[in-house]
């Protein structure tokens, strides 16, 4: 077909949904060849395909924070390797300093050679979470740390394959003896299911490569690229016209918003538009400094929420891509909490701060009030280097968790819903149980936590678990002292809580003979970021936040009723358990 200036709009519709189909495949070929609970059942992956160039052709819809980031990583790594690139090669690498989002996140790249040039046509790429690559905690998610290392493995970049040879002698280096060097920190607890996963995204990769030369073959090389542009050409021209809609709207070109993490650090945005080219300039100058912490974000991260705040706007349905970002100019401030240095912990500001600035940035182009703002990090587990630093083999679990959604003008909230970054499934009680030493007492939402208004914020979850071994629990959160807002007098909604319900034991120097109520359980506010070694029979009580509510209640929002939720009866293992003791 002959080279056109122009794209036929039945075409670009086409190309859109074939190459949205390529992503597609990829994520069945890696959900259906895991092996881990997290990427399985969780589906906390993404795939996505990219141009010679680097830059994000198309995706399925999976995860937000990982597709936008995505690109930084395959550019740093064409940047790395230039011409050392070879049909066979997979490029393996998570560092956030390498368009890494946080170490857990680790992202598979293969290039696509067109098969009569031998030239880099596409690159495919898969990022999925591993539940364990090391560090000082199960489940590699620690809220204590303060620097890298104590996360688990960095790799900035390594040739998990090398002309087809799987090289399983540097995946153990780098996932189980390098991250062991640090004190404190064990290498991964599970590197057999890493490895196994790791496997299922090469696949996954592979099949994308397939189906890429399927397409150029039946097309031809010349087509596919030029509506690959074309498709980009299409989301900027949106983006475009969306900045403009918006000055209008506001009868000004500039926008400005600032929110607040748990620990007072600002996140501040100051937004430029220029209404005649349709361009804006989002600068962050104001936002605090780097912290201890782990909320420090990747500025990959920074970029992919403000990509997914672009295109969660547009009222189009076009791919999420790299043409979202051409009108804009994103300017980060050196040395604060979105511009980290090499060494600053990381893995809070994937999770946690990301949705911040997703607030942030949409509180500036007043489209929504605050959503929960948080994804509940819960991990548990065993193993790492025991009192003696002798390594232990162990597990990890993770999983995030759903709150409220916040209302905007002419919607009600959603309850229970992983919002905006996270796009992941939670984990299924029945896989849960059978599969770790826990029992799922509830899991249901939280009445009345998202904020009231002319349109209702959604409300949070409440999720109960027992443990029925004694295990590592962290809980990595926010919005636990300063509520999801609400905007134009919608009221804000409820915090967050994490509350542990402990059982006396004399070991712990809290059961005392004589006292009365020494078989009381205690309840104890662990706060928004804590790790806690839970015995036998002690309870996590994770109450999230819900979204904050939209306009002014009126006498008839305030008349209006509830929605009627049906009764449902108990059942599953608690259930089930507590009628077979009641029936002796």
């Not at 670009?12 to 074939?18: D, E, I, Q, V, Y």
């Not at 293969?110 to 898969?126: G, K, L, N, Y």
């Not at 599969?435 to 899991?443: C, E, G, I, T, W």
Request: hydrophobic share 35%; glycine share 12%.
């Amino acid at each position: 077909m002959a080279r056109t200036s122009a794209p036929d709009p039945i075409l670009l519709t086409l190309f859109a949904n074939r190459f949205m189909t390529v992503a597609e495949a990829m994520g069945r070929s890696l959900q259906q060849t895991s092996i881990s609970t997290n990427i399985k059942e969780r589906l906390d992956f993404s795939c996505a395909l990219f141009a010679p160039d680097g830059d994000l052709v198309a995706n399925a819809p999976f995860i937000p924070i990982h597709l936008g980031s995505m690109s930084f990583a395959v550019k740093y790594q064409m940047r790395l390797h230039e011409k050392d690139l070879k049909e066979g090669d997979v490029l393996m690498t998570n560092s956030p300093h390498a368009g890494g989002s946080h170490l857990p996140d680790i992202t598979l790249i293969t290039p696509v050679f067109d098969t009569e040039t031998r030239e880099i046509i596409f690159f495919t790429a898969s990022r999925g979470h591993h539940a364990d690559i090391g560090g000082i905690l199960p489940g590699s998610m620690p809220p204590t740390s303060v620097n890298i290392f104590e996360e688990g493995a960095e790799i900035v970049s390594f040739k998990i394959v090398n002309a087809g040879v799987f090289d399983r002698e540097g995946l153990h280096e780098y996932m189980v003896e390098r991250p062991a060097r640090y004190p404190g920190s064990s290498g991964c607890r599970n590197i057999k299911e890493v490895e196994s996963d790791l496997k299922a995204q090469i696949a996954a990769n592979h099949k994308g490569v397939q189906l890429l030369q399927a397409m150029v073959k039946e097309y031809g090389l010349q087509t596919v690229q030029d509506y690959m542009y074309h498709i980009r050409m299409n989301a900027e021209s949106s983006v475009r016209n969306l900045l403009r809609e918006v000055a209008k709207r506001a009868g000004s070109n500039v926008l400005s918003a600032v929110d607040y993490l748990d620990d007072g650090t600002p996140i501040q945005l100051k937004v430029q538009i220029d209404e005649k080219e349709g361009a804006a300039v989002l600068d962050f100058e104001g936002t605090g400094y780097e912290v201890r912490g782990n909320l420090n974000s990747p500025i990959s991260v920074v970029h992919s929420a403000v990509i997914y705040c672009m295109r969660a706007m547009l009222d189009v349905d076009i791919p999420l891509n790299a043409g979202c970002l051409v009108p804009l100019t994103v300017r980060i401030p050196e040395r604060s909490l979105l511009s980290p240095s090499q060494t600053a912990a990381v893995c809070g500001g994937n999770v946690l701060t990301s949705q911040r600035i997703v607030d942030v940035v949409l509180k500036a182009f007043h489209a929504c009030a605050a959503s929960q703002g948080c994804t509940n990090n819960l991990t548990f587990g065993t193993g790492g280097k025991d009192k003696d630093g002798v390594a232990v083999a162990g597990w990890g679990y993770y999983e995030t968790i759903a709150g409220g959604s916040g209302a905007g003008p002419g919607w009600h909230g959603t309850s229970g819903v992983h919002t905006h970054i996270t796009n992941t499934r939670i984990g299924d009680v029945e896989i849960l149980e059978r599969r770790y030493p826990v029992l799922l007492h509830q899991f249901g939402l939280r009445p009345d936590s998202g904020g009231k208004g002319k349109w209702h914020g959604g409300d949070g979850v409440i999720r109960e678990f027992e443990f029925t071994h004694g295990l590592q629990v962290s809980i990595l959160s926010e919005r636990r002292t300063r509520a999801p807002y609400g905007m134009e007098g919608g009221e804000p909604a409820m915090m967050g809580r994490n509350t542990w319900i402990k059982g006396r034991r004399r070991e712990d120097g809290d059961l005392i003979d004589d006292c009365a109520e020494s078989n009381e359980q205690r309840f104890i506010n662990i706060g928004g970021k804590a790790t806690v070694f839970m015995g036998k029979g002690d309870r996590l009580l994770i109450e999230t936040p819900g979204g904050g509510g939209w306009g002014l209640r009126t006498d008839a929002t305030m008349r209006e009723a509830q929605p009627h939720m049906p009764t449902w009866e108990a059942r599953g293992s608690i259930a089930e358990r507590a009628a077979a003791q009641a029936s002796f």
